[in-house]
């Protein structure tokens, strides 16, 4: 009651004073809309306060407009009822009328922060401006986007990731903004002293949306990028994967493997083997859950759908403070919220198989939701993939053996979605689901011949569940905080059972059959419970802080057994881990940038704490960034390799304990140089990683089954090193980009149950050299082709193999080996193309046919080499190929 008569008395006051002023323009909006015709408003803002509007009556008199203002600057109580009136948009032409259509004839190549430059004097000087940086066509905030002052290339800020950002020491109300953002049009905003500078909301168009050829061509961005003043990391934006050949579908970790440090040959697994890394010392976050396993369809396929995903930062190295957990690398996975604009669908389809996403707004734009789905089917172009487990296994000679196996049935799918919700312009609450599961069956008729016959039951099905619920505000134009509960489970379920029958002669009347079974059974579930507080203190531009709380809780279950009743190993874990860190960003002159932080970890399973200082430091020299980065990092949760030569290793997931699985460490060094002109980068870092504690488990030095004396028998530890070098030269901009990359490394291990001495680590490549190339001949037309080299990948050979009798009256088969990994596969390349057509004559619909050609020149590149033995025949080994040649189309379609 008070407040609304409050209102009442103040809108009286603004009519009696609105009678008495001149008829010259007022310099500010005093205003009270109550359900007022949007046309009438339009009228008043040329007439009472003088600005030059161009607009169809009829269009716009069907609109209305509720809402008050005090003291506000013209072109911001503008901006704000156009915005906040759906269905309406405006943009500033060349004569600095502001245009006001319906937003669905918006033209495609203008944008509502189109402005003239102010030529008049400035009154206000040394500002901090704020604001959120968007996409014009559908609302979603622009993560890690940058903004700077055109001519100070050293007041500059990124978005965090809800888009917010602050300037500081802006020089004057008269400066002018430069916004960018990987794939979008670079913005020119211009202020002037009637705009307000507090909260700015900014919007990008994609350049696939500009309908001039000439922009498109010659302001053309590269697939990748990475940030000037940054160490070891690559960003990337989902609508920029496409234009990249891929094997089945756009894939977010295919494209990642092109950069330097990050292996390429390991076509096997789309997981990331970043600098000697495997893929568990990676922490992958999505929407600020951890995904723990990030392969579909046998390693083919990330378990990301990129119509899903909105932006991707990878630290390769060096990370800061505010991660942890991790020995290798950081990913960080921001989901899409959805459009919060119109309603909005689309989806691909291609040989092996299709998803589907659809996005919708809340009222008022408030907020929106996101859903996405895919799924594997089977079909011929499926037959290419299931080859490697039949017809592509071939005699490797030596008078081996030839196995004939069956074709196994696998499938895949995944589910994303997504609420997110504005309750005010501080606030954003947000809600991300994520499942993910593939089921492989691998079953097969074992290799066989006059005496001997047999099969191999092999199921597995795998997944990943999670889900987060954040709340994040920007307290004001200083503090941001986050606040994150999350949930991730990982599951992976395996049963192989072998039968054999041998026969003791081949004469019918003579024959006595004899039958083996030897079964297996792995079970392995993992449950994290995370609650995560982030704060971002900026205390002036030259000046920011950085702190928070992490805690995870661990509940993991591991179970391997051999027969009905011989339990091998059965582990049941869980853990606490609380971790507070600090970090400062520290601009001491213009040219130098420190960034010191530590992260404090306390593990309540070892009842110790882990202290991991790091520290970052940047030096320019005119167009030369010096960088360097040095850090401790722990790992409390581990992929363990389980050894097999017969029937294929295995990574499991397991909870350090401090004993016999220690927890595991490394310490990072990375120096290196970058020198950026306007259209190449050219960027080269070398880094060194001691690892310690290490853990393998294996069976092979094991007494007895029966009568171990724990599971600590079956785990060894170790240490090692990862050290090397990265080059990188790339084009940026232009018609033709890409990137020329090169690695030479070294990744070796130390186990003393294998040996004195290192050894090499499965995942170590000596040498790995990666060409891209991206072209547009035309306004619709992409082509883009990359080719890959690297040496071949160690492995262990056996030697021989034995036979024994089990304590249960079976028998069971041995191989014995040499040296760990005493051997290398060949050398591994291949050549992948792509065409991608724009499909711009379908005004219906946003739509594009790719067509991708795997391994062009059909190259015979080995997976790996599997191995059986009997008393008869001896070792049997079998080459298992990659992927030949494979041609896939695509089809993409989208409503808007």
Sequence with gaps: MVLSAAICLLAAAEGLWAQTRDSLPLSSVNEVYFKESTLKILHDFETKYGMTLRYDSAQVAGFRYEGTFYYTSIVEAFDRIIKETKGLSYYVDGEGAYCVVPTKNMPRNRTGLENKRYTGNASRRNLTVTGRIKDQTNGEFLPFATVQVEGHPAIAAAT??????????????????VFRYLGYETQYFHLSPEIATDNLFVELQPVANLLDEVVVVGEREDVLKIPELSIGVIRTTAAKIADLPALGEKDLFRTFQLMPGISAANESSAGMYVRGGTPDQNLVLYDGFTIYHQEHLMGVFSAFNTNAVKDVQLHKGGFEAKHGGRLSSVMEIVGKTGNDKSFNAGGDAGFLGFNAFMEMPFRNEKGSFFAAGRRSFQS???DKFTDVYSENRQTAGNGFNRRNQQKPESYFYDLNAKVTYNPTKRDIVSLSFFHGEDVLDNSRESFGSAFMGGSITDRTNWGNVGSSLKWSRNRNDKLYSNLLASFSKYYSLRDRRNSMTTSSSSNSADNVAVMFNQNTDEHNNLRDYSLKFDNEYKVNGKNKFEFGLNYSGYRIDYRHSQGDSLNILHMQNSGNLLSV???ESLTLSDRLTVLPGVRLSFYDVTSRLYPEPRLQAFYKVGSLNLKASAGYYSQFVNRVVREDISAGSRDIWLLSDGEGLPVSSSVHFVGGSSLGTKNFLFDVEAYCKRLYNLSEYTLRFASSFANHSGYREFFYNGEGYSRGVDFLVQKKYGSLTGWLGYTLAETR???????????????????????VLTCKPARDLTLSATWIYATGKPYTEPVGGYRLNTPNGGEMNFIVTDKKNNARYPDYHRMDLLAKYDLSFIKAAKSSLSISLFNIYDRANIWYREYAYDETDGITETNVNLLGFTPNVTLSIQLK
């Design 380 to 382: 011929f172009m499926y």
């Design 749 to 771: 291990y130390r186990f003393p149950v294998y040996g004195d001495g290192y050894f090499a680590a499965n995942q170590d490549v000596t040498h790995e050299f990666k060409t």
């Design 160 to 177: 965090n990731t809800d888009g917010y950002f602050t300037l500081y020491s802006v020089p004057s109300d008269t400066a002018t903004l």
């Design 581 to 583: 860190y600090v970090q």
